[in-house]
């Protein structure tokens, strides 16, 4: 089971690997963002950009090289938006064509719960009473590590409309036990198909001991 696939429309295309073994070359351009890189970092963004290849692959769209661009964002062929997310144990792409999806956020993390500061240093505090009452209720779920996975969700969502850094105190998240959550944009947001944006609605799973979290921003319906 793909468990990006579970969490995102099926315009999105994905793809996801558990581990390194047997994915091959990076393409040309895309050495240089591993050029100085340790082994473990040039394993995860090999695998990465694999991954990235199938889901475009798969979309029917160029499987070339997926650069690094502006502030470590990856660069799509034209016409295609798409996310990448590695952590240990998990390197997953998602895909889409701009006609369909206009922006894409994806992100796992460890199940686990948060280093200590850490949930101070990323949320509010009407955050964390959420978050508090959410755990009273299903104590199984690390929702400290879905808040800040969601909210990584949220910024790779918003960079490529905006250009512009989005900080964690910028959107204020609320996770539901449903397996979805809303973040509300706590400033200006950016006009897409003549709209403004100001709010982000996501979905998330449990899944292999991930926490995983996606927003795919669907594109306007053209008034007749």
């Known amino acids: 089971m793909n468990p990006l696939a579970s969490v995102l429309p099926a315009a999105v295309s994905t793809a996801v690997r558990c581990d390194d073994d047997g994915v091959g070359a990076l393409h040309p351009n895309e050495e240089a963002a591993v050029a100085k890189a340790v082994a473990s970092r040039r ?75 850490v949930l101070e240093a990323v949320s509010s505090e009407a955050e964390r009473a959420v978050l508090a009452g959410l755990a009273a209720d299903h104590p199984d779920v690390h929702w400290d590590r879905l808040l800040f996975s969601a909210k990584e969700s949220v910024y790779k969502t918003w960079f490529p409309l905006t250009g512009r850094w989005l900080g964690f105190e910028e959107a204020a998240l609320t996770p539901a036990a449903d397996g979805t959550f809303t973040a509300e944009l706590l400033v200006p947001g950016p006009v897409v198909d003549g709209v403004e944006v100001s709010s982000f609605a996501g979905r998330w799973t449990v899944a292999g001991g991930h926490v995983i979290t996606a927003i795919a921003l669907a594109a306007q319906p053209v008034s007749g």
């Open 43 to 117: 394993a995860e963004f090999t695998t990465a950009r694999a991954c990235a290849r199938e889901a475009l692959a798969a979309l029917g769209a160029p499987a070339g090289a997926v650069p690094v661009g502006e502030k470590r964002s990856p660069v799509w062929p034209d016409g295609v938006v798409g996310s990448i997310t590695h952590t240990p144990g998990f390197r997953g792409a998602a895909v889409a064509w701009a006609s369909a999806v206009r922006s894409l956020g994806i992100d796992a993390e460890a199940h686990d719960v948060l280093p200590s500061g």
